[in-house]
């Protein structure tokens, strides 16, 4: 099986896993969030162990180990990125499998569960994104929308869609969903290694605000902004950026 395979795999087995504990019933809204991350996060540890044992391994539910950084091949993971989201069995949450290859995110898959029936999208599958429409579409946190994503927005003209997930926010642009995700609020490395993988392969934009490249397996895990947009979008996004900051 090819990493972007495993990739997939796993991202789909999880998703269904989480489904399964949710639809348990035993669990509250809080308590549910909790019980999904530990129980995603296992199968996806011993799985990655088991498949790939030389390769290093970071994520959200399990303590680093800095051997990592001496490693190439690195998967990052998040079991269950928007859990307040995936609490609330809204749409807007995802399962993020990534491998970063010396720093650069190479493959990776995302999954969306709560979308009627579960998608995957992955690196090694690719659609064509939809052309975008005349008037741009920004998707912003729907609890904290960042202020310099919504002066970007109004500088552009851009309708706001508040979303749950960096990883359901990320792949509405692949979808043809929406148009640009500008982030400003800080992330962790496990929350857009995977969707920026995804992205990178589809052909879109993904950089820092700054315009500088998103680099992962580094010893510090907080990557404060990301952009991820269409190509054609990208110079016009980052100029406002600028002049907003």
């Known amino acids: 099986m090819s990493d972007a395979e495993l ?16 639809a348990s019933g035993v669990f509250g809204e809080k308590a549910l969030g909790k019980a999904g991350d530990q129980t995603a996060n ?47 069995a809204r749409a807007d949450w995802a399962v993020h499998v990534g491998l970063a290859i010396d720093g650069e995110p190479r493959i990776g898959a995302v999954a969306l569960p709560g979308l009627d029936g579960g998608i995957v999208l992955r690196t090694d599958q690719l659609a064509p994104v939809p052309p975008a429409p005349q008037r741009l579409r920004m998707v912003v946190s729907r609890t904290r929308p960042a202020k310099e994503a919504v002066a970007v927005a109004e500088a552009l003209d851009a309708e706001l869609i508040p979303m749950g997930s960096a990883g359901a926010k990320a792949m509405a642009i692949v979808l043809g969903q929406a148009d640009i995700y500008l982030h400003s609020g800080g992330q962790y490395e496990w929350d857009s290694c995977a969707p920026v993988a995804v992205a990178l392969a589809h052909g879109l934009h993904c950089s820092r605000i700054d315009g500088t490249p998103l680099v992962y397996n580094q010893a510090d895990v907080y990557l404060p902004d990301l952009l991820i947009c269409r190509k054609e979008h990208a110079a016009t996004v980052l100029g406002q950026q600028k002049l907003v900051a």
């Open 7 to 22: 990739a997939a795999h796993l991202a789909e087995a999880a998703g269904r896993i989480l489904l399964e504990v949710r």
């Open 42 to 88: 296992q199968f996806l540890v011993h799985a990655l162990r088991e498949a790939r044992p030389d390769d290093g391994l970071l994520s959200e539910e399990e303590k680093d180990n800095p051997e990592r950084l001496a490693q190439s091949r690195v998967w990052i993971i998040d079991p269950v990125d928007g859990t307040r989201e995936y609490g609330e």
